[in-house]
């Protein structure tokens, strides 16, 4: 399994920015994707973007495309998920995830980080 640790979460205003981080350690060598989830609360955790570590192929969620985006750091195992125009309804726990293949669905991914808490609010 893969080590995640996740930071840049925190309280913003309506229309702001955040730049959260995953950095990874341990089975990097089967992680091929690393994705981005939130839950919401009351809500069940979702998938919101995606990213290959050896393509940067990228995906993401309709309801962020156009103001997220996912990108990552081979040389120093690190994944991002800057976070624009933000809006209340983003408010929610961000996890990242490691996987070998690139899905939208959380049972396939087996390596998980700890969650930062993104709060948008006036």
């Known amino acids: 399994q893969v080590h995640l640790v996740e930071s840049g979460g925190g309280l913003v205003q309506p229309g702001g920015s955040l730049r959260l981080s995953c950095e990874a350690s341990?089975?990097?060598?089967?992680?091929?994707?690393m994705s981005w989830f939130r839950r919401a609360p009351g809500k069940e955790r979702e998938f919101v973007a995606s990213?290959?570590?050896?393509?940067?192929?990228?995906s993401y969620a309709r309801s962020v495309k156009g103001r997220f985006t996912v990108g990552r750091d081979n040389a120093k195992n690190t994944g991002y998920l800057e976070m624009n125009s933000l809006k209340h309804e983003d408010t929610a726990v961000y996890y990242c995830?490691?996987?070998?293949?690139?899905?939208?669905?959380?049972?396939?991914?087996?390596?998980w980080g700890q969650g930062t808490q993104v709060t948008v609010s006036s």
């Open positions: 341990g089975g990097t060598s089967s992680a091929n994707v």
């Open positions: 995830a490691a996987g070998a293949v690139a899905t939208t669905t959380e049972q396939s991914y087996d390596s």
């Open positions: 990213i290959s570590w050896s393509g940067g192929i990228r």
